[in-house]
């Protein structure tokens, strides 16, 4: 088992930052992957990051390319999203989830096992 919990969402503005983590506990959760997931209000919840157990692969969707970096570190159990250029159209719920053991970096949301409450993201323009 895993749990995930986020934090570090909040109010910005249009072209600010913010990071966000996912602490987790569970003995797997060093061989899964993490990713990060967003939901707005009225839309599906849909892919933003993914990253490989070791780190050494990362995988975006399209919109966040070059504005938002994903990363983990093992010895603290902790996966972050650190977001630049913030958008209003980034604003949605963000969710932190993970895997278990693979060496894949899947897109796909139901192929993660465990997810956190999510956290709110409000980019205001």
């Known amino acids: 088992q895993v749990q995930l919990v986020e934090s570090g969402g909040g109010l910005v503005q249009a072209g600010g930052s913010l990071r966000l983590s996912c602490l987790a506990s569970g003995r797997t959760f060093s061989s899964a992957a993490t990713g990060w997931f967003r939901q707005a209000p009225g839309k599906e919840r849909e892919f933003v990051a993914a990253?490989?157990?070791?780190?050494?692969?990362?995988r975006y969707a399209d919109s966040v390319k070059g504005r938002l970096i994903i990363s983990r570190d093992n010895a603290k159990n902790t996966m972050y999203l650190q977001m630049n250029s913030l958008k209003p159209e980034d604003t949605a719920v963000y969710y932190c989830a993970a895997t278990r053991p693979t060496l894949n970096v899947p897109s796909t949301a139901d192929v993660y096992a465990y997810w956190g409450q999510g956290t709110q993201v409000t980019v205001s323009s």
């Open positions: 990253i490989r157990w070791s780190g050494g692969v990362t």
